[in-house]
C-alpha cells in the first residue's frame, strides 16, 4: 500500500504563484512514476504533469510553461510548481503514484487551489 498526502494549496491572485507538495508513505520502493491531476466543479479529473523514476517529465499543453513537476526521492516527495496561475486553474488538485504492484495506482485526498480573478 502508498499512502499520498497533499499540502500547499489556497487561494491565490490570478498571476500568482502556489507551490503543492505530495508525501509518500508506505510501499514507497513499489512507486515507478508520480503525477499531478486536477479535477473543476462540473468537469472530468484531467492530467496535469508527470515524473519518472528516472526524472522525465511530462506536462498537458494548458500548463506548459508555467507548472513545473519535480520529485524527491530521498524525500519521498513530489512537487508541483504553479507560477502565473489563472482563474481557470482552480481546482482539486490530486496527487497520484503508478506502482509496479497491483493496484497499480494511488491517489491522494486532494489540496483546493482557487485562483482569484
Known amino acids: 500500500q502508498v499512502q499520498l498526502m497533499e499540502s500547499g494549496g489556497g487561494l491565490v491572485q490570478s498571476g500568482g504563484s502556489l507551490n503543492l507538495s505530495c508525501a509518500a508513505s508506505?510501499?514507497?520502493?513499489?512507486?515507478?512514476?508520480m503525477g499531478w491531476y486536477r479535477q473543476a466543479p462540473g468537469r472530468l479529473r484531467e492530467f496535469i504533469a508527470i515524473?519518472?523514476?528516472?526524472?522525465?517529465?511530462a506536462y498537458d499543453d494548458s500548463v506548459k510553461g508555467r507548472f513545473t513537476i519535480s520529485r524527491d526521492d530521498a524525500k519521498n516527495m513530489a512537487s508541483l510548481q504553479m507560477n502565473s496561475l489563472k482563474p481557470e486553474d482552480t481546482a482539486v488538485y490530486y496527487c497520484?503514484?503508478?506502482?509496479?504492484?497491483?493496484?497499480?495506482?494511488?491517489w491522494g485526498q486532494g489540496t483546493q487551489v482557487t485562483v482569484s480573478s
Open positions: 497520484n503514484a503508478r506502482t509496479n504492484r497491483r493496484p497499480y495506482e494511488y
Open positions: 508506505g510501499s514507497i520502493d513499489s512507486i515507478n512514476a
Open positions: 515524473v519518472s523514476s528516472g526524472g522525465s517529465t
